[in-house]
């Protein structure tokens, strides 16, 4: 899967957004009934970025083509590190031993399958996965359905899709100056 540009760095601060889809009910009496529908949040990013060369316009322009808007998926790494908790790995299919986890040089790294901690049986490998993310390794594969999540402390990294489908090329670079571009935040599994 493609990577969002490192270069030209977006101007900090940047927006990272994390989205969840709760379901409420109100009553009559006030009370209301809440459902979950996502067990882990998806990230929106919003990027603006200051004077650029007509290259570097031109490279962030060249990316939103080849992902043809709002069509390709694509990863986007946080530009600083910071501990993130509660983030989706991938489901277990009683084969797979590696999974990638959503993050690169991370550290105080915790996994968890079905939400009970791993205590033994992993080995955390740096590097290696989607887009250089680290990876973990499970002795024994993790049973069919069994939901491996994991915190840790590094670069988050987030798949995701450009918001805006319909783009001219004034648009593009007005937005990157402005308002921002808008990173829509996509499922991990």
Avoid: H
């Avoid at 490192?6 to 940047?14: A, D, L």
């Avoid at 908790?85 to 105080?108: C, H, M, Q, Y």
């Avoid at 590094?154 to 990173?183: H, V, W």
């Amino acid at each position: 899967m493609a990577q969002y540009p490192t270069s030209p760095v977006p101007q900090v601060p940047y927006t990272i957004t994390p989205t969840w889809k709760t379901i409420i009910t109100g009553f009559d009496n006030g009370a209301e009934q809440r459902k979950q529908k996502r067990a882990f949040a998806k990230y929106d990013v919003t990027l603006t970025y200051d004077v650029l060369l007509v290259s570097e316009i031109q490279a962030l322009w060249n990316f939103y083509q080849s992902q043809k808007g709002a069509f390709g998926a694509f990863f986007f790494y946080a530009l600083e590190s910071a501990a993130y908790t509660n983030l989706a790995v991938g489901i277990g299919d009683a084969s797979t031993l590696t999974f990638d986890i959503p993050g690169k040089s991370t550290s105080s790294q915790s996994v968890y399958v079905n939400g009970v901690i791993q205590s033994s049986g992993i080995t955390i490998l740096v590097g290696g996965g989607q887009e250089n993310s680290d990876r973990v390794q499970f002795n024994a594969a993790p049973a069919l359905g069994a939901v491996i999540s994991c915190d840790f402390t590094g670069y988050l990294r987030i798949r995701c899709r450009f918001k805006n489908d319909q783009l001219s090329r004034q648009m593009f670079e007005a937005l990157i100056y402005k308002t921002g571009i808008e990173l829509q935040g996509l499922n991990l599994i």
